[in-house]
């Protein structure tokens, strides 16, 4: 079981993450949903294609573009589609 925490609070847990570049991708439907605010943010990736973002809240606290998918990528990064990464902060391990 991968888990992704902030603040405290799990923000997406799942025994089927895919690993890529270091970072596990959770389906979408383990996020829990009321954490997550959408963002303006984007980015491009030779490979995978165009990312969008989220930002993480708990508690008052926001972590901006905390969280990210591809939801049109490139043939190569199929295996990521409706599945979301996390960075800045967010801590992603195993659940013991």
Excluded: I, Q
């Excluded at 303006?40 to 993480?56: E, L, Q």
């Excluded at 926001?62 to 969280?67: L, S, T």
């Amino acid at each position: 079981m991968v888990r992704a925490v902030w603040n405290g609070v799990v923000l997406a847990e799942s025994e089927d993450t895919v690993l890529v570049e270091g970072n596990h991708y959770f389906p979408a439907e383990a996020l829990n949903r009321e954490y997550f605010r959408p963002s303006d943010t984007t980015t491009v990736c030779s490979w995978k294609g165009t990312a969008r973002y989220w930002t993480v809240a708990v508690d008052g606290a926001e972590n901006p573009d905390a969280a990210w998918f591809y939801p049109e990528p490139k043939p190569e990064a199929e295996h990521v589609r409706d599945r979301v990464a996390f960075w800045r902060g967010v801590d992603v391990g195993t659940a013991e």
